[in-house]
Structure formats: structure tokens, C-alpha cells
């Protein structure tokens, strides 16, 4: 069975930081390319991160590039979200996402496992 667990979420200040992550199992966790998605209140789940399998290639989305980091630890099963100078309009439930096949993509359909989520609230 494969379960994708985020954690980390919580409220913080605008300018704070936070780190989010996602425990994966019952996949191999080095396989997958793993992705981050948000989703605010009333708005599409929208893109964030990527990370392949070996970490050496990452892609953020342009709202978000420079301000966070996307990370992974293959032998904890763990991707991370590093989000720094956070903005009100970072406000979501954030979602990390598996990928079999090769390659970071944007499109939340091309990602086969989904966490829960987790919620993320930066207030002004």
C-alpha cells in the first residue's frame, strides 16, 4: 500500500519560514520523481516543485523560485519543501506527489501518488 504523509505545516508570520515534508512507503522511494502541489481556497491545485530521482535536477514554479527549496533524502524516504520569505498568497494546503516515470512535470495527472495533504497559513 502506498502512503505519502506530509507534516511540517503550520501558521507562520509573512516573511517567516517553514519546512514541509513527505514520507513516502510502499514504493521505492528512489524511483519516483517527487513533486509538490498547493492548493488555496477557492483556486486549482497549482505547481510548485520537482525533484528527480537523484535529486541533481529540481524546477520550481515562478512565483516561488528563489524562495523555496525542494530537497530529498532517498534513504529516508523523505522530499522536503524549504519555504522561505513567505507571502500571504502562499497560503494553501500543500500536497507532495509521486511520479513513476522519468522526468519533472507540472501537470498534477502526471503524478500516481498523493499525500493527504498538509495546510500551510502565512498571515500579514
Known amino acids: 500500500q502506498v502512503q505519502l504523509v506530509e507534516s511540517g505545516g503550520g501558521l507562520v508570520q509573512a516573511g517567516g519560514s517553514l519546512r514541509v515534508s513527505c514520507a513516502a512507503s510502499?514504493?521505492?522511494?528512489?524511483?519516483?520523481?517527487m513533486g509538490w502541489f498547493r492548493q488555496a481556497p477557492g483556486k486549482e491545485r497549482e505547481f510548485v516543485s520537482a525533484?528527480?530521482?537523484?535529486?541533481?535536477?529540481?524546477d520550481y514554479a515562478d512565483s516561488v523560485r528563489g524562495r523555496f527549496t525542494i530537497s530529498r533524502d532517498n534513504a529516508k524516504n523523505t522530499v522536503y519543501l524549504q519555504m522561505n520569505s513567505l507571502k500571504p498568497e502562499d497560503t494553501a494546503v500543500y500536497y507532495c506527489?509521486?511520479?513513476?516515470?522519468?522526468?519533472?512535470?507540472?501537470?498534477?495527472?502526471?503524478?500516481?501518488?498523493w499525500g493527504q495533504g498538509t495546510q500551510v497559513a502565512v498571515s500579514s
Open positions: 506527489a509521486g511520479r513513476s516515470k522519468v522526468g519533472l512535470r507540472y501537470a498534477s495527472n502526471e503524478y500516481e501518488y
Open positions: 525533484i528527480s530521482t537523484s535529486g541533481g535536477s529540481t
Open positions: 510502499g514504493i521505492i522511494f528512489s524511483w519516483h520523481v
